[in-house]
């Protein structure tokens, strides 16, 4: 059976969408990591932790630039792929789209400021100073294209006439309802994600190596930032349910199976549906969907019974919703379980079996990065903005479609090839320790050749 063009736009996207989203939540969660790193290392006089600081830097800046690439696609397929959403809404979602841009290049500059003045200043805090706008400008990054979702999500700032969107206010349809929520769930996740990365990167090298100095350091450092994160990706995850129940109820009501308006709903946690649309082997836990959704255990939650067949989203949401709500809670677990065992005593660097999970945490919460943005997207089915315009409607009727999936499809395998094998190489022929040994040589090297130049003047 031929596969129809809205299917194929589809694929394009979720593959393209699917692959950038890796590089964009490194691009907006290391600049912290980093900022994090050198401030610890100035203020603790510790050059274990300035060295952290400089090598995320480099293996940052690789990803910065597979990043512009998959980021430049998706700004192509807008076009190509889905050219009627763009006729119909260009002009609304154009600000953002723009600051976008700008927040990057914003950030850009003062990353190249920031990589190429390291030990150029005599006060450390004013280098340190430079991550800060590195830092904002990939959160800005982060807020302006999370904007442009939130729109389709909650369509804001026009009116609608004669099937167009006229009188348009951009900054009301930038700062439409469900931007706020979005924006604190993709910041709280990407930052997560950033810090179960480099733990997992420092676990690993204990576990082949053993216990360095500036492993366990780093361990110690992201495992604490994880932790942070991870609860407030859950406080983050529990106000996003708390906006659905109220502006998308039709999405959650998918998300959870809850099919029927009733006060006093269950939370529905695994399981599967039969022919009948019976919910089978589920954990039901009591009025938990009300408290979710309200804060109130009787509150009534609207089911999928109040909207139309043709407007309700694909079931398979529920599963991708508790894979998601299983990770960020799994990671969470993790993190806790670390300083539990510190606060007891013991050395969790040792603990193989501790630093098998914080490494395999890695993969973990980039998946549910990738299960998150899945939900976000199908759970809007079937419109492309929510209640003025279905997907089938704004995409592409060219068969061309098909030949561009696979044009994009090498591009990413030859991309995600290339990033690997430089980082391989930018870190595997020069390892942490053989570098800090470096630095300590340069530095006493420049402190006899000080020493030197004082001895052989005259004047002292």
Request: some cysteine; proline content about 4%.
């Amino acid at each position: 059976m031929m596969i129809d063009t809205v299917m194929w736009s589809r694929l394009v996207t979720g593959l393209t969408l699917s692959f950038h989203v890796i590089f964009a939540t490194i691009g907006v969660a290391i600049p912290l990591m980093i900022s994090i790193a050198e401030f610890v290392g100035i203020r603790k006089k510790d050059s274990h932790y300035t060295l952290m600081a400089k090598r995320w830097t480099r293996g940052f800046v690789i990803s910065v630039a597979v990043g512009v690439v998959t980021g430049t696609a998706i700004a192509l397929q807008l076009a190509l792929v889905w050219p009627n959403f763009m006729q119909m809404a260009g002009n609304v979602i154009a600000l953002p789209l723009f600051m976008e841009v700008f927040a990057f290049f914003f950030e850009a500059i003062f990353l190249g400021i920031y990589l190429y003045t390291w030990d150029r200043f005599r006060n450390p805090y004013l280098h340190w100073l430079l991550t800060v706008p590195v830092v904002l400008g990939a959160a800005m990054s982060a807020f302006f294209i999370t904007s442009v979702n939130g729109f389709m999500n909650q369509p804001a700032g026009f009116l609608f006439e004669a099937g167009q969107f006229t009188a348009v206010n951009p900054l009301q349809a930038m700062f439409n309802e469900a931007t706020p929520s979005k924006v604190f769930h993709v910041l709280a996740s990407a930052y997560m994600t950033g810090a179960a990365l480099l733990a997992a990167i420092a676990a690993f090298s204990i576990l082949k190596k053993g216990v360095t100095d500036y492993a366990k350091k780093g361990l110690k450092l992201m495992m604490g930032v994880l932790l942070l994160f991870s609860f407030l990706t859950a406080l983050a995850g529990d106000v996003s349910a708390k906006f659905l129940a109220e502006h998308q109820p039709e999405k959650l009501a998918a998300a959870e199976w809850h099919f029927k308006t009733e006060q006093g709903a269950d939370l529905i946690f695994l399981g599967w549906l039969n022919a009948e649309r019976e919910i089978m082997g589920a954990l039901h836990i009591p009025n938990a969907l009300s408290f979710l959704a309200f804060s109130d255990f009787n509150a009534e939650v609207t089911g999928l019974d109040e909207f139309p067949l043709d407007e309700q989203p694909p079931l398979l949401v529920h599963y991708l919703f508790d894979a998601m709500v299983g990770v960020g809670f799994t990671l969470l677990a993790v993190s806790a379980l670390f300083f539990l065992l510190l606060l007891l005593k013991k050395r969790v660097e040792l603990n193989r079996w501790m630093l098998r999970v914080i490494v395999f945490g890695a993969p973990l919460a980039f998946l549910g990065v990738e299960l998150g943005w899945f939900y976000a997207e199908i759970g809007r089915q079937p419109w492309m903005i929510r209640g003025y315009m279905r997907v089938e409607e704004a995409a592409t009727t060219s068969p061309s479609i098909v030949i561009l999936f696979f044009v994009f499809l090498t591009l990413y395998i030859l991309l995600g090839t290339m990033c690997a094998v430089v980082l391989r190489r930018l870190f595997r022929d020069n390892p942490a320790e053989v570098e800090l040994e470096k630095a300590a040589q340069a530095q006493q090297d420049a402190l006899q050749d000080e020493q030197t130049k004082k001895e052989g003047d005259p004047v002292s």
